[in-house]
C-alpha cells in the first residue's frame, strides 16, 4: 500500500532552515508528480511545492518562492524540501502528497518558526 513518511520537521528561529523528507513506499515512486503541503491552525491546508516525476519541473506557492526549494531523489524513493529565510508564517504542519489513482497522505511533520 501507499506509504508517505514526512520527517525533518522542528523549533527554529525566524531566518533560519530546516530540511523536510518525505520517504514514499507502495507505487513507482519515479513515475509520479510529488507535493508538498502546509497547514497553520485555523487555515486550510494549501500547497507549497510540486515536482515532475524526474524533477525536471517545479512549483511554488508565491509566499515561498526563493525560500523553498523541492527536490527528489528517486533512487531513495524521497522528496524533499529544503526551507530556508523561514518567517513567523512558515509555521504550520507540513506533509506530502501523491496522486497514484486516488489522493495519498503522510501524517505530517510539525514546522515551527519562533524566537
Known amino acids: 500500500q501507499v506509504q508517505l513518511v514526512e520527517s525533518g520537521g522542528g523549533l527554529v528561529q525566524p531566518g533560519g532552515s530546516l530540511r523536510l523528507s518525505c520517504a514514499a513506499s507502495g507505487f513507482t515512486f519515479s513515475t509520479y508528480a510529488m507535493y508538498w503541503y502546509r497547514q497553520a491552525p485555523g487555515k486550510e491546508r494549501e500547497l507549497v511545492a510540486a515536482?515532475?516525476?524526474?524533477?525536471?519541473?517545479?512549483n511554488y506557492a508565491d509566499s515561498v518562492k526563493g525560500r523553498f526549494t523541492i527536490s527528489r531523489d528517486n533512487a531513495k524513493n524521497t522528496v524533499y524540501l529544503q526551507m530556508n529565510s523561514l518567517k513567523p508564517e512558515d509555521t504550520a504542519v507540513y506533509y506530502c502528497r501523491v496522486v497514484v489513482t486516488s489522493s495519498y497522505w503522510g501524517r505530517g511533520t510539525q514546522v515551527t518558526v519562533s524566537s
Open positions: 515536482i515532475a516525476s524526474a524533477g525536471g519541473n517545479t
